[in-house]
Each structure stands twice: as structure tokens, then as C-alpha cells.
């Protein structure tokens, strides 16, 4: 595999940079990539000390600079080093000022400031951390969306990704023989979303589980029967409560997590 030395440098946190640098290498097979990350990066002291360590291992520099001397310092060290320096939003951000007629507010870190869609994130988190597993019901009601299905069918992680993206997501348990809290088959302002996923699927992650905490004690878990019995008996609750369902089968988080935001945005605009 081809090592590569990327830099990832900043005047903000470095989050930008980061999932557009790794969205952007996932496109290439057979690297095998080293993030060196310089965050927070606004003075050119610490272009020099980054030129140290480029000194020492080239790479590629992706950056998001707002100082259009830092920028320009960082590009002409590169130059010399005869190192490919990357503006990673440069080009959108100059074409979209262009378009709208509208200059553009140097403002180191601007697309992270403490703005109104940053808090209903964080208290997104909250809830979801706080409604993770039918951990709590008192005020499910207040949840955008909830999410249903037998254990194992990436609640959690889907919830925790749904709340990244500012919906208050609960997710509650479908455990076979048990019924659902009343609560949840009578409210009617979240979307409630039923979650499946193959029989054969289903086993294969839940003895990797069972393997990871080595134990063996609870066979019915794995029971290929009792398994499709509890994913029939599931759908069977889905569809008479008529809530939309999503086989994660072959579907990743992201995947998923974007179906039920499309489902959620339709429910919304029809209750308009």
C-alpha cells in the first residue's frame, strides 16, 4: 500500500478539513493514509513549525484558512518545499460569492460558532443519550423521531447519528413476548420508524457480540427460529401501527439515518 502524509491544517477546530479530507481520499484504493492534524493555526510561527515537520515527512496540505496572509504564507512554503498545498473550500466559498454578489466575513472558525443550530445539537445528544434503549418514557413524547426494533438493528448508533444532525431521537426495544409501552402506540407527534434486518444478518452480529462478551449462556438470542420469530412479530407490531419500516440489512447508519430524515421532513411538510 502507498503511505501519505496529509496535513490537515486549521484556524478552527479542524473538523472541516478533516471529514472533507477523508470524503475526499475515500475515493482511492490502497492508501494508506497518516493524518498529521495542526489545528487553531493563525500566525506564521506555526506555519514555521508545521514547515519542520514537512521538512521531515512530505505529504499533501489540505487547509481551511480564513487569513489571507496566513494563506498565502502556508502556499509559498509549500511552493518551496514543492509540496501540493489544498484549499478545500476556497472554491466553493469564491463561487458562491460570486453567484450571490455578496463578499464573504474572514472570520477564523465562523462555521463553528456557537449559533443557535449548535444548541439544539447538543441537546439532541442529550435526549438521544437520555432515550437510548427505552431508557426513559416520561417525555418521549417530546422526541422528533423514535425508533423501534429488536435488539441489535443499530438503534443506538442511528439515534446517536440522528441527533448529531439536531433531531431528538428516543429508540426503544422490541423484545419478543414483551408488549410496547402503551405510550408509544398512542402518540402521534414524532415519526416512529420500525427497524428490521435479515434472520441470517441478525445471528451473525449478535454472536459477534456474544463472542466479544464471552458469554454463551443465552442461546435463544441466536436461535435461527426464535430469531425469525422475533423479526415476524416485530413487522407484524410495524404494520398495524402503520409506522413506515426500513430494512437495515445492507444499509449503513448514514444510509439509514438519511431514510428516516426523509421520511421525517415528508410527515412534517404533510402536517403543515
Known amino acids: ?125 442529550n435526549f438521544a443519550l437520555a432515550h437510548d434503549d427505552g431508557q426513559a418514557y416520561f417525555d418521549i413524547a417530546n422526541a422528533d423521531i423514535i425508533l423501534v426494533g429488536p435488539s441489535r438493528t443499530s438503534k443506538s448508533p442511528t439515534s446517536i447519528y440522528l441527533a448529531y444532525r439536531g433531531y431528538k431521537t428516543a429508540n426503544v426495544p422490541f423484545v419478543l413476548g414483551q408488549k410496547l409501552p402503551e405510550i408509544i402506540e398512542n402518540i402521534e407527534k414524532p415519526l416512529i420508524v420500525g427497524l428490521l434486518v435479515s434472520a441470517d444478518r441478525l445471528i451473525d452480529i449478535r454472536k459477534t457480540r456474544i463472542n466479544n462478551l464471552n458469554d454463551m449462556s443465552n442461546y435463544n438470542y441466536v436461535d435461527y427460529d426464535q430469531v425469525h420469530q422475533e423479526i415476524f412479530e416485530a413487522k407484524k407490531i410495524y404494520q398495524k401501527n402503520k409506522w413506515p419500516i426500513i430494512d437495515v440489512t445492507k444499509k449503513s447508519v448514514e444510509e439509514t439515518a438519511t431514510n428516516i430524515i426523509r421520511l421525517y421532513e415528508q410527515k412534517k411538510e404533510r402536517n403543515s
Not at 506555526?46 to 521531515?56: F, H, Y
Not at 504564507?73 to 509540496?83: D, G, H, P, V
Not at 456557537?114 to 445528544?125: P, V
Open 1 to 125: 500500500m502507498n503511505e501519505i502524509h496529509i496535513y490537515l491544517v486549521s484556524d478552527s477546530t479542524g473538523e472541516t478539513v478533516i471529514n472533507i479530507a477523508r470524503a475526499a481520499f475515500a475515493h482511492f484504493e490502497r492508501l494508506n493514509i497518516e493524518e498529521h492534524l495542526w489545528s487553531l493555526v493563525r500566525t506564521k510561527g506555526q506555519i514555521d513549525k508545521l514547515t519542520e515537520s514537512l521538512q521531515k515527512k512530505k505529504g499533501i496540505v489540505m487547509y481551511t484558512l480564513v487569513n489571507e496572509d496566513i494563506q498565502e504564507y502556508l502556499r509559498e512554503t509549500c511552493a518551496n518545499l514543492n509540496i501540493l498545498a489544498i484549499p478545500v473550500l476556497e472554491g466553493v466559498v469564491s463561487t458562491l460569492s460570486t453567484y450571490l454578489g455578496i463578499k464573504t466575513i474572514n472570520l477564523p472558525g465562523r462555521q463553528h460558532r456557537l449559533n443557535e443550530e449548535y444548541f439544539t445539537r447538543i441537546n439532541a445528544i
